[in-house]
């Protein structure tokens, strides 16, 4: 009698036996995919499916994998499979809205997440992509709203500080006092970088604040914006700052510079020649007016200007390794010629990694001498910066280039514990471990640079090696 009353109660109260191994399978799935380990996940949910042809979760989850894979139509087709097997709840509406995100549809993803927010008010990522999206579509007043109310919830550290910096870059543009508070608070955060830039741009604004040589600040505040990557915003400040001073060389030389990257030739190149012809003993104007011509590849010219700004300043480095480049990329390229300019950048800044760097990638990836010169010199970059993933990944590819497994091995899985997310580096493990003979490993590393890079050069070497 109390069998059959409990089994009533089960009935009754819909509490039916939980299938633990299809929980754990989710949870292991889930796992794998916090790990960027994305094959490995769509395999385990694809068990979970198996185990529940109707449930929706398992599809959903795959959906989301697919498109932080840059797999928008299959996880489009996952979705709808999730959706019609009953999964169209805040899961699904908040996977389609990052998914037409992910796709630079940003304006159509607005209106569900205002529906997801009005449900789930203190979801702070959502009010953070909300702003984003508004960001996206130029509605500077609403994304100011969205960061706020996201700044009102328990956010964080890191999003905390990218909030402050969105706010901050929109500050920028008309209230300097403003600007200044949120990137101080940017100044405080975790992520070095952001730290780096926010200190920059605080400098600059207070400078700013002082009035004394207001293109000199602008300027500055141009170059911080700059360096942050935010093109339109320093345009403004460069523009205003040949405004106020139009004697302003590097005023003109910046601001030719950014147009320059927006494609703006002809006003580009009339402001940094401005600059040459008001200071024509300046290497600035003439080593970014050559470099105007490098990135519309006009290789020739822009080497003869680079050249003439060598001549006005042989301690340049940064001169030296931008004619170098000119050589290389040249049909056929001039390897010779190249390499005594990439030797003339490393004795002129012999402490300074970036350009032993460039010279190991010559060595090794153009494949001139990995083997003896390669290795020399990307031992000195690894000296120079030991908790550099680029250099470590560089000696350790010399390393292997040269024949040496075993320290290639060492150099690689130290560069892989620095950025492992650098799919480049999974995939060059993947060559190191078949080499040793060690082929589980090898097609473990090969799918992780698979998954990291579906549709690039490093997924597809990686597929490739896979087929092998």
């Not at 959502?126 to 328990?154: H, T």
């Not at 042989?314 to 049909?331: F, G, H, K, Q, S």
């Not at 990638?361 to 680029?390: I, N």
């Amino acid at each position: 009698m109390p069998i059959v009353l409990l089994a009533a109660a089960c009935l009754f109260l819909g509490l039916f036996p939980v299938d633990l191994e299809g929980v754990a399978t989710m949870r292991e799935a889930g796992r794998l995919a916090e790990g960027r380990r994305y094959t490995a996940a769509l395999h385990a949910y694809d068990g979970a499916v198996e185990r529940c042809p109707g449930c929706p979760e398992p599809w959903l989850r795959q959906g989301a994998i697919y498109a932080a894979q840059g797999r928008y139509g299959e996880a489009w087709e996952a979705y709808l499979a999730g959706i019609r097997r009953g999964g169209y709840g805040d899961e699904a509406r908040e996977g389609l809205a990052r998914l037409v995100i992910a796709q630079g549809l940003e304006g159509q993803a607005i209106g569900p997440l205002r529906d997801l927010l009005a449900r789930r008010p203190g979801r702070g990522d959502l009010w953070i992509a909300l702003g984003e999206a508004y960001l996206a579509v130029r509605d500077q007043a609403a994304a100011k709203e969205a960061f706020s109310r996201a700044l009102e919830l328990d956010l964080s550290p890191g999003q905390r500080q990218s909030v402050h910096a969105q706010l901050g870059r929109m500050c920028v543009q008309d209230d300097d006092e403003c600007a200044l508070a949120h990137f101080e608070l940017v100044e405080r955060g975790p992520d070095p970088t952001l730290a780096r830039h926010a200190a920059r741009m605080a400098a600059a604004l207070r400078e700013t604040a002082l009035g004394s040589e207001p293109a000199l600040a602008r300027a500055k505040l141009g170059e911080a914006l700059l360096w942050w990557g935010d093109l339109a915003l320093a345009r403004r400040q460069f523009q205003a700052a040949v405004d106020l001073e139009p004697a302003y060389v590097d005023g003109h030389a910046y601001l030719g510079h950014v147009l320059s990257v927006l494609g703006e030739d002809e006003s580009a190149v009339w402001h940094l020649e401005r600059a040459i012809d008001l200071e024509p003993g300046y290497t600035l104007p003439r080593y970014l007016l050559g470099m105007h011509y490098v990135r519309r590849k006009w290789w020739i010219t822009g080497r003869e200007i680079l050249e003439g700004a060598h001549e006005l300043d042989p301690d340049d480095p940064a001169i030296c390794a931008a004619v170098a480049d000119t050589y290389l990329r040249v049909e056929p390229p001039d390897y010779a010629t190249a390499e005594q300019w990439l030797h003339a950048a490393v004795d002129r800044a012999p402490d300074d990694p970036r350009f032993h760097l460039l010279l190991a990638h010559f060595y090794v990836d153009a494949m001139v001498d990995p083997s003896r010169r390669g290795v020399a010199v990307a031992q000195v970059a690894v000296g120079l910066a030991p908790e550099s993933a680029e250099a470590q990944e560089t000696l350790g590819w010399a390393y292997h280039l040269a024949g040496d497994p075993e320290r290639s091995l060492a150099s690689l899985e130290r560069a892989r514990d620095l950025r492992p997310q650098g799919a480049r580096i999974h995939y060059r493990l993947g060559e190191v471990y078949r080499a040793l003979g060690q082929e589980d490993l090898a097609r473990r590393s090969y799918q992780q640079a698979l998954d990291l890079d579906w549709y690039g050069p490093n997924g597809e070497a990686a597929w490739r090696a896979m087929g092998e």
